[in-house]
Each structure stands twice: as C-alpha cells, then as structure tokens.
C-alpha cells in the first residue's frame, strides 16, 4: 500500500508546467548542438546527449503536455525503485504514509524535467538489482548464463548513463558500496577469486567513459561538475556562490529566499544525517547501503540546494523501511487515530493539488520563466548585431529562435570564471554594460522584469539611456533595441 500511495502521489504532484528552463536548451541541442556567441571553454563535451534525443522525440510526439507526463512517470517510478526494496515486514500506520506524502507535495517543483531524473532512474535500477545479484555469489557464478547476461546489462546501462548526466559517477560508488558491504559481510565465505571478479567488475564501470568518444574529458566531467558545485578551486568559486541552485540551503535561508522550504530542507536533511550516523555506528546494521547512500544524499543536500533532490527518495526508503518495533512503539495504540489523520492529510493535499491545476497553462510552457512572447516578437523583428540576454532565457530563445545566437544559456560548464563573473558584473554596474555592449556589437537585449530581480539595475539604466529603447514590453520581459538597430531595422513597438 505505501508503494501505491507514494507513487501516485508523486505522480500527480509531478504534473505542473516545465519550470526548469535548462530543459529547452536540451531540446535544442537534440535537433542542433547549440553554443552561443560568446567564447566556450575547452573541451566541450555533451555529456547529455541520449537524455536530449529522449525527451526530443516525447516532445515531437505531442509537445510540452507529454513531455510534462512523461516526467510524472519518470518520477514516480523513482521513487517506486528506491522505496521497494526496503519495505519492511510491516508496513507503516496511515499517519506515516501521510507524512510522506505531505513532503511529497511540499517539494513538488523539484521533480523538473531534469536529467537528474535519468541518473535516479540508473540507480533505482541498481538498488533492486546488485544487492540481490551480489547474494548469487558462488562457485558458479560466472557461469549461469542469466548472471553473466545481467551484468552485461549493467555495463550496458552504466555506458548509457554515461551520456545522460555527470552524475553518473553515482553507479560505480554505489555498486562499490553494495561489494564493499557484501565483503564484510560474507567475506570469509568468498573465494579470493571471486572477490577480485568483484572489484574488477566495479573498475570497469569507472572506466565505461572511455568507450565513448569524449574519453577521458567525459571520465573527468564529473569532477569539474563537483568542482563547479562546491567551489573548490578559486576558478570554480563565482559559480558556488552566483548560481542560486549551487548555494546551500543554509545561504538561501539566511538571505531569506525561499525561507520555508529552504528550513524544511535543513531540517530533513540534519535529521536524515544524524540517523544515518546513528545507524552506521550500530556494530550489526542490517541496511549499511541504504545509511550510506542516506549519508552521502544528506551531505550532498547541504551544500547544495539542487542535491536535495538526490536525498528525497533515499529518505523516502529510509521510512519504509522502519523496523516494526519502531512503528509499534509510537502508533500500535493509535492506529484509528493514525488512519484517520492520514485519511484527512491525503484528501486536502489531493484538493491543494487540483487547486493548483488552475493556474497552469494547458500549453504546459512556464511563461514566467522562458520569454515566449518576446521570443515571438523578437522572431518577426531580427536585428543585425549581437544579443545579450538572461541565462535563464537562453535555452528558450535557441530552441524557437535557431537563427539567433545568444549571449549565455544555463550550462554554465561550458563558460570560465572571468566570463561568469563578467556577465554577473553587468547586473551591479550597468556602466559595465553599457561599454561593452559599444565594443562586443549588441545592439538588442532581452531581460525578465519579475522573478529574476537582479536585472533591475539594468534595466532602469537602459530606460534612461539615449542610446537604448524598450521596443518590446509585456508583464514578464522586455526588449531593448540600441539606437544603431532601430535606424537601420525599424520596428513598432
């Protein structure tokens, strides 16, 4: 029953308009690799190729209102995966059940439309399967032919995953986690012959980056992303600290973004990391891989916003998985109580979510966050220079504008330190802009009035500019054209 619950919970509440704007860039790059005008840095490896070919062919089979079902079931089954195996022998009380669901709903909008869901997908398949696999371990081992079939499947999938998402890295750790543990456990049981098949099994998951063409830049591409995520060279510190999602929940809280969810986010993820130590000091445990992963998720939540994502359905199978005695202690003599609370909770959450369902737009696009009538306008009216814009435009515009090449988009691993910083520089010195704009050839820029408030600097500065005009407005973006453009491509306002 919880399985069923949580599912369609996590379904259902997945159903809401494609808010993550990387999500475009990708479509874009399925049908054309996309950089922009501005320099890239080298190497440039597309480390999310098979996950654009996926969603692009959804997206041409009917648009945004599939391709936003399409990410319901992908999390959903997530989190179907990762709760499945840990079911206890009892499952837990309604009220328990209900708890899930409520922080379910709560952090919603982080089921996007993300690759991160390709890589929780992998490992969700990893958590059902090497931990039994592991528990086949005998003399003939390598040679039932399911066995060797199976592993080969792996390999096959860990080489798929490899071109999905940086976060592939995950699988090899994982598996490393699951024979590490099994050693422990049946180590003396184990021939030495099958503990080094084993560890070479784990080592050749590492070394699947190299049977793609990127090699070794895709083998390392995980590395920079961790640099680009904690910030651990100087290089790598603007992108920690200037990308929302890459600061911690303890920043955003402190700067009073997002202050409830950014609280709620703490709080699960400091109590999810004082269990996991709880349980991995206990000299028996029996679920080792699973406060492990609940460990590692957890600190990875801390650093960063973003990761919290990684430790919702980790936390999720963490509670399933409750010994019975647990549940007994706290709800054996409330279980009328508990049925009914949890009767309630699930019932208001279903009318919060059909609520919501009104404010969407049945086209499924965020127009709060991507420029789609500017995009427009700015389609019929083209410009001869160069145009700046927001990164969280970017995407957009190269998917419905293929002809116009953009200042920046989101994939920030493809940019330097000096030109991120550059370019967060333009939203504190206007003047900054205004100069360069002169020496780089812009001549057209496209910014978010609400949501992103950062740019208000700005856009005020080329209001009162004699060179700039707004030629383009509506309630989320406006479009500047310099004087330069509107005397040699005249347009209306």
């Known amino acids: 029953m919880p399985l069923i619950v949580v599912a369609i919970c996590v379904a259902l509440f997945a159903v809401f308009p494609l808010t993550d704007t990387d999500i475009w860039w990708h479509l874009a790059c399925a049908r054309e690799w996309v950089t922009t005008w501005t320099p890239v840095r080298e190497p440039v490896v597309n480390v999310h190729a098979y996950f654009q070919q996926v969603v692009a062919f959804v997206y041409a089979l009917g648009g945004a209102p599939l391709l936003v079902a399409f990410k319901a079931v992908s999390w959903s089954l997530v989190f179907v995966l990762f709760v499945r195996p840990f079911k206890a022998s009892v499952e837990p009380p309604s009220v328990g059940v209900a708890f899930l669901a409520v922080l379910a709903f709560i952090f919603r909008y982080q089921f996007e439309m993300r690759p991160v869901v390709f890589s929780l997908l992998f490992l969700g398949l990893y958590w059902n399967v090497i931990p039994k696999l592991l528990k086949c371990v005998g003399d003939g081992f390598f040679k039932d032919k399911i066995i060797v079939l199976i592993l080969v499947a792996v390999l096959v ?86 990308i ?203 910014l978010p009035l609400r949501y992103y408030a950062h740019w208000e600097a700005l856009i005020k500065a080329l209001n009162a500019s004699s060179e700039w005009r707004a030629e383009y407005v509506d309630s989320l973006y406006v479009v500047f054209n310099k004087k330069t453009l509107r005397e040699t491509y005249p347009t209306t306002p």
């Open 244 to 446: 929302a999602e890459n600061r911690s929940p303890f920043t955003l809280l402190l700067a009073h973004e997002n202050t409830f969810s950014s609280l709620l986010m703490i709080l699960t993820a400091l109590g999810s990391l004082a269990y996991a130590v709880k349980q991995l000091l206990l000299k028996r445990n029996r679920l080792f891989v699973l406060h492990g992963s609940l460990l590692v998720t957890s600190i990875l939540a801390l650093v960063a916003e973003r990761n919290f994502v990684l430790l919702l359905p980790v936390f999720f199978a963490t509670v399933v998985s409750l010994r019975v005695d647990v549940w007994n202690r706290f709800w054996k003599s409330r279980r009328v109580l508990g049925l009914t609370v949890g009767i309630c909770v699930c019932v208001s959450l279903m009318g919060l979510w059909c609520k919501s369902l009104k404010a969407f737009d049945a086209s499924m696009v965020s127009v709060q966050r991507v420029p789609v009538g500017a995009a427009a306008w700015m389609a019929s009216h083209p410009h001869g220079g160069r145009l700046f814009n927001d990164d969280r435009a970017g995407g957009y515009l190269s998917f419905v504008n293929p002809r116009e090449s953009v200042y920046v988009d989101g994939r920030f691993m493809l940019k330097t330190s000096l030109f991120f910083e550059r370019y967060m520089h333009y939203a504190e010195e206007p003047a900054a802009f205004l100069h360069d704009a002169d020496s780089l050839g812009i001549d057209r820029a496209v």
């Open 157 to 242: 999938v860990q080489w798929v995953w490899c071109k999905c998402q940086g976060l592939y890295i995950l699988g090899p750790l994982f598996v490393g986690l699951c024979v590490a543990d099994f050693f422990v456990q049946y180590g003396e049981r184990i021939s030495f012959k099958k503990k080094c098949g084993a560890i070479l099994f784990v080592f050749t998951l590492f070394l699947m980056p190299f049977l793609h063409q990127e090699g070794l830049a895709l083998f390392c591409y995980p590395f920079g992303l961790l640099d680009r995520l904690v910030g651990l060279t100087p290089s790598a510190a603007a992108f920690a600290s200037g």
